[in-house]
């Protein structure tokens, strides 16, 4: 018997999100904890007359990569994935951690590493795949927000809009309400960010502003462009803590010229910043800016997933660009690091305030 709940997820990521469609290739990308989803998946692609592919990852492949594969395994060319992502319609991954800390203390430059190697791959999936993310709850997971697993259970869930009759109608509200933030942000030039900690200008002119609308992460709300790579200048402070490949990072402190990150700390995980940051020419670029529109999500939780939708924040991410979005910075890399403007933040667009304390000036 599957959870109904499950069902109407599956529903929403395999219909609504990844827009699969018949005779199509369907990768699903599960965690082991989540295989009650994994089923719910794989009959929901099997629906739409397409092909599902499952791939099951036990809880500790992470740590068993990096302990163990070896040089020539990190230096190989990705022969095998660039043939399989190619021959792909649509990408389903499904993460359900069971220890969020399980990377905290393994070597850093391995990861990076294995960015660079599957950066090819990456850019195949995020440029020419329909591809849609999410997040399972576990008990790590619901650690690491402070709530219980039934808590926990219930802000995913709400997040997703999976308690409302047609959480579909509910995706259509959040596109119309963003939509009207896009008509005023397409006019901009300079966008002028600050916060305590935070006073960082960058120039968006004639970049494309997107509608993250829920077809690719799920939960969704957001608005995000690429900015112009050489304008960022001056300096950010991103307070919400987040969890990156099982490592918890806390207040990063950014310093830019010229579009370039020239000086860079954090108070926690700063070893795997600079190694991230160090990974390729693009990394110490912008890759992104996003301002996060999703009310149902106001408390952080050590999640990119969630916490970069917060009603009231932004995230700029270092590294690659999305090519929709006009952007043109190349990476390995992709990090969100988020901001939270809701006590005594603000935006403006060439001067004008666009955002104050976390609300929209209408």
Known sequence: MINPIHEKWAKL????????????????????????????????????????ILRMNYAELEEDLYELATDSYFDAKPSFELNEIKQIGSWIRLRGPANTRALQNLDKSKMARLRKKLRPVQNIRINETKWVGSLYPTNALAQDAGMSLKEYENFVYSSMFLFSEDPVKEWAKIHDFQEVLINRLKKAKEVHILAAGTDLKLNVENRI?????????????????????????????????????????ENIDLVFENGKVVKASAEKGNDLLQSLLDTDTGSRYLGELGIGTNYQIQKPTKQILYDEKIGGSIHLAVGQSYKESGGKNESAIHWDMICDLRQEGAIYLDGELFQENGKFIS
């Open 13 to 52: 990521l395999v219909e609504y999100c990844a827009n699969v469609q018949s005779g199509e290739n369907v990768s699903i990308n599960v965690d082991s904890l989540a295989t009650d989803m994994a089923r719910a998946l794989f009959r929901e692609v099997l629906k739409k007359d397409a092909n599902p």
């Open 209 to 249: 502003w997107l509608n993250s609308d829920g077809h690719r992460n799920m939960p969704s709300g957001e608005v995000y462009t690429g900015p112009i790579e050489d304008t960022a200048s001056g300096y950010i402070r991103f307070d919400i803590p987040s969890s990156v490949n099982g490592v918890e990072v």
